[in-house]
């Protein structure tokens, strides 16, 4: 739960002053949530990729399913410089803001992605050229500040008429039953392959296929079409491929959400991993191999939010996360199981949290001879 009380003193310039009021709570609720719909900080669901996610997919007709489960739960505060501009703002307008611009809640999301891709043996300028289709289905919760959408809050917020000695309160539970999200198509990854290097380059796009409304707090679906631009490596440092260094760096734009004017910032997403590889003799032909080490990823946002709708005391908000932890699969007979945890820091303007994931990716090669 999250509460904030304003005090005017000296009212003057009515029309600025709520706006200031109002500009004050939607501070509070953009500094500590995203505008995501079925990912913790985005379009893109962070974690997603593991130790090899940088390489494209072995060559074949593939479906991966993937769980999992993404949990925030605290206090998050706008970052200093921000609070600071909102007050002297305020001042301005003969304003006493007595708000310590933090807000409480927590989020939770279940997310189950369902992955069919292809990786053809046809080459473009010498990769391999691929494709994959990502259907999610999700179910969220949130509680006190834990809103995933920024429409719904500017509406619930500029909807109120503030008055001297306002008080707000955003002590409210919402839930997004699971259905179907936001799907994700990819139309063209390439991948080229040598013996110590794996390098691969995307291009996707999310459309709005996840139940929306403005109106509500938490929607399956976000209400907006984005794109993905991706480039990945995969670096083998010894000569039997043992250990590996991965990085997959990604580019996400957004286009104007459904009934509010507010178009969502850029997006710069890594995502890297370090690991090992065991091959046992003993193991075959149950376990290939496995596969352990250490995964991470950061999230920048590098433009403004942008929109009528968003209060000029708020543009330039940006958020910032980072995430670490480990990983452990085993590539078998039956398939490649994989689990991964990672705990995240760092943020800035963003919820703070940890996820897990788990999953399974089945391969059927009609390719090979």
Known sequence: MHEQTIEVRQGRAGAWRRQLIAGVALA???????????????????????????????????????????NANGSFALDASRARTIQALGQQFNLTLNANLKLRGSLDAYVDQNIIG???????????????????????????????????DLKGIFGRNPSTGASFATNRTSTASFNIADM??????????????????????????????????????????????????????????????????????????????VRVGDDVALEWGLGKTFRPASWQPWVAHLDMGVVGFAQWQVTDNRGSAIPLPLRGIKSTIYGVG??????????????????????????????????????????SK
């Not at 079925?38 to 769980?67: D, R, V």
């Not at 984005?226 to 043992?242: H, K, N």
């Not at 398939?335 to 820091?345: K, L, M, Q, S, V």
């Open 28 to 70: 509070a609720v953009l500094a500590g949530w995203p505008v995501s719909a079925h990912a913790q900080h985005g379009n893109y669901l962070l974690g997603s990729l593991g130790l090899l996610g940088g390489a494209q997919a072995p060559e074949g007709i593939y479906y991966q399913n993937l769980f999992s489960y993404y």
């Open 118 to 152: 292809m990786t053809t043996p046809l080459k473009i300028l010498g990769a391999n050229y691929g494709f994959m289709v990502d259907i999610p289905f999700a179910e969220v919760k949130g509680s006190g500040a834990g809103t995933l959408d920024l429409g719904a």
């Open 184 to 261: 994700y198509i990819e139309p063209i990854n390439l991948g080229w392959h040598w013996s110590q290097l794996d390098v691969m380059t995307s291009f996707g796009f999310f459309a709005p296929t996840g139940d929306y409304n403005s109106a509500r707090a938490i929607n399956n679906g976000l209400g907006r079409w984005g794109e993905m631009f991706g480039l990945g490596a995969v670096a083998y440092l010894d000569a039997a491929r043992t250990w590996s260094v991965s990085a997959m760096t990604r580019y996400l734009t957004h286009q104007s959400q459904q009934g509010v004017d």
């Open 326 to 367: 480990p990983e452990i699969a085993a590539t078998t007979k039956f398939g490649r199981f994989f689990a991964r945890y990672e705990f995240e820091f760092g943020a800035d303007n963003t919820p703070q949290g940890q996820v897990f994931l788990f999953g399974v990716a089945l391969l059927i090669d009609p390719f």
